[in-house]
């Protein structure tokens, strides 16, 4: 939930393992992911989970499509692509990825597995942000 109310949470749709993430304002719910939805590769989203909004009302969440595991973020309708397994930050690649948590600067902090078999928290900042 953000300061200003709105709240944004996953559910399971049914049995089928099919999941999509809500925000819920003014007595409104509206979805703005799910499975079968398109992802940012083409692809399509499978399972949605651990969304964080932030003042903004951008989301950030995690997601499995059809061709990758990542954190993804919603901003204005659009989705983008922020991290998925495989990618290389610095000397590691990344593997599992979770726990995305979304900061009102649009900073993105996320747990990820990493090549050497550790676990490590890092942070993703907006494209504007970066040198």
Known sequence: MNDSGTTAFAAALDTANESA???SANNTLVRIVGTG???PDGS???LVDSPSINASGDIAFWGITSSELGIFLSSNGVITKVVASGDVIGQNMVGSIDYPLLSDTGHIAFLAMVN???SAIFLAQPRDQQE
Do not use: D, E, K, R
């Open 116 to 118: 050497n078999g550790n």
């Open 37 to 39: 939805g398109i992802a």
């Open 44 to 46: 399509t989203f499978v």
């Open 21 to 23: 993430v809500y925000v």
